[in-house]
């Protein structure tokens, strides 16, 4: 059986470097797709909403135990880094969990991290859809004595799209606040407002 986990790590690990230089993102076109989604009081968000915007996307649910309040704590940072550049941007937190995490439910949890993080939620199949065009790695763990209260390993990665929608650049877990709104301003510098 392959461990998906390792592959994900490891296409990470051939594939993030590279991103940063001049030269044509190998990745491009590989990540991102249409998306079709609800946000709090039944507001429907579709990828073209936020064409002329960059968007810097994060996939994770809000009963996750520690990945995803340290990298949205980092991203909220951040954005704050980046001054007024940050207007440029619209930061989303997509759920992979859409059965617990209700549009309402994401739109609480976001507001603790930052206040122009919009937290997006859907049916099954519109999160099956998206998770599946950003190629996410997502897996269910379900313990046998409490079968609700299960765990979901995700991918933590933000994902940086253009102004045109489409994939600019991956920015793994782990880095600090400085290096993602550098790694942003990088790509916002190359674009004209
Ligand atoms: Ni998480």
Known sequence: MIDRRAVVTGLLACCVGPVRAQQADPLAGRFGGPFDLVASHGRRFTDRDFRGRFMLIYFGYTRCPDVCPVDLLTMSQALNLLG????RIQPLFITV???RDTPELLADYVSSF???LLGLGGDDKAIADVVRAYKVHRVKYI????PTNY???????AYLMGPDGQFRTIIPHGGTPERMA???RTYLAREAK
């Open 151 to 157: 765990g979901v390993d995700h991918s933590s990665l």
């Open 97 to 99: 969990d859409p059965a």
């Open 143 to 146: 313990p046998a004595s409490d």
């Open 84 to 87: 007024p550049d940050a207007e």
């Open 114 to 116: 930052h206040p122009r």
């Open 182 to 184: 550098e790694i942003v």
